[in-house]
Each structure stands twice: as structure tokens, then as C-alpha cells.
């Protein structure tokens, strides 16, 4: 459920096809996001999941699943 949430968003975001995001999927090296997109993209998993993430742990996040990962982990 929230991998399916997490995918959607990327791929709104990024305008690309959701059936092509994986949880294996690295954000920079794989789907092509800069720094903007990622801090977008964590601007909008705060809203929606009711997080805080910090600035170290988004150094972290270089999966799809990483990112997931996170935000079950926190919730």
C-alpha cells in the first residue's frame, strides 16, 4: 500500500510511467531525480504520511524501497 502511494507520487512527479518504479529502484542513477525532485518529493511524503524527515537521513534514501522503508518504519 504505501509502496503503491510512494511509486504513484514519483512518477507524477517525475511524468514517467508507474509500472516502470520498482522498490529497487534508485531515485538519482534510475529514475533521473535531481536534488529539486527529491526535495519536492520529500515536501510531499511529509505531507502525505504526517512525517518529519531529517536532512541527514534524506542522504540515506536512495531507493524507492528506502524510502518506503522509512516511512513504515515511522509512521
Known sequence: ???EQVRDMIASQL???????????RL?????????????MILEL????GLEVED???LNLKTVG??????????
Open 1 to 3: 500500500m504505501i509502496f
Open 15 to 25: 511524468q514517467m510511467d508507474a509500472a516502470s518504479i520498482t522498490r529497487e529502484s
Open 28 to 40: 538519482v542513477e534510475d529514475l533521473r531525480a535531481d536534488s529539486a525532485n527529491v526535495m519536492v
Open 46 to 49: 511529509e505531507t502525505q504520511f
Open 56 to 58: 541527514e537521513v534524506i
Open 66 to 75: 528506502d524510502v518506503v522503508d522509512y516511512i513504515e518504519a515511522h509512521q
